[in-house]
């Protein structure tokens, strides 16, 4: 047996044994990189990622230009990495549909703080409520930096009555880690709240996420 593919099989089998508790980060994004170069030796990318982003996370959730960087490391490894990425993010979502998941702004915080804390771009989901505050659904709304020109409260307006819902709360993060909203953010708000109005559909809060805090424009009083 190629010695390479003997070394993949027992880190598999490793896996198999003890679940990801048992495999060190490397040879977590190791398997990962198997997706897209099934027949080569993935050792040494794994552990130059983990070098270079520091964490499972970073690698994860690391630009793709970046990612690239590595030597060995191209758009088929990309595309494994991307998927897993938003596999594990509609899981998340799936999970909790239909689960009542607004009483305080740290139940948002809680259940989105993972996927969108410390990324490097912004990205502004909505989710949209049923009258007893369970969640219907979570639609990313956008992936970019954050003003006027790039949400459309209008497709929040759409979204919402497709999906009839009857209220939505916003959420966006900052890629600095600091939460406090810019003017451009309070402006988007209040767009969104007006329109959001003209249906009968109340906008609960907008949070924003940083490193290990956030901002509530409710809990400010901002809405």
């Keep these: 047996m190629d010695s390479r593919l003997g070394h993949r099989e027992r880190l598999r089998e490793k896996f198999m044994k003890s679940g990801l508790k048992g495999l060190h980060d490397y040879e977590v994004v190791e398997l990962l990189l198997t997706l897209g170069t099934p027949r080569k030796d993935c050792k040494e990318q794994a552990k130059a990622l983990i070098k270079k982003f520091k964490t499972l996370r970073g690698v994860i959730d690391g630009d793709e230009d970046e990612l690239q960087e590595i030597d060995g490391i191209g758009p088929k ?17 799936d999970r909790i549909v239909k689960e009542e998941i607004y009483r305080t702004p740290q139940d948002v915080v809680d259940y989105l703080y993972v996927s969108m804390r410390g990324l490097k771009r912004e990205i502004f989901k909505t ?27 209008r ?3 759409k979204s919402a009555i497709k999906k009839d819902a009857s209220s939505v709360i916003l959420v966006h993060n900052h890629p600095s880690g600091d939460p406090t909203p810019s003017s451009e953010d309070k402006r988007i ?4 709240v007006n329109a959001l109005k003209a249906v009968d559909i109340r906008v609960l809060d907008h949070i924003i996420i940083g490193d290990n805090r956030y901002f509530s424009f409710a809990s400010e009083k901002l809405l």
């Design 127 to 153: 989710l949209f409520l049923d009258v007893k505050n369970r969640l219907i659904a979570v639609e990313r709304m956008f992936k970019g930096t954050v003003s006027s020109s790039a949400v459309y409260p």
């Design 77 to 93: 490894n990309i595309f494994g990495m991307s998927f897993v990425r938003e596999m594990a993010e509609r899981y998340l979502e």
């Design 155 to 157: 497709d929040i307006v």
């Design 189 to 192: 708000t209040k767009d969104v």
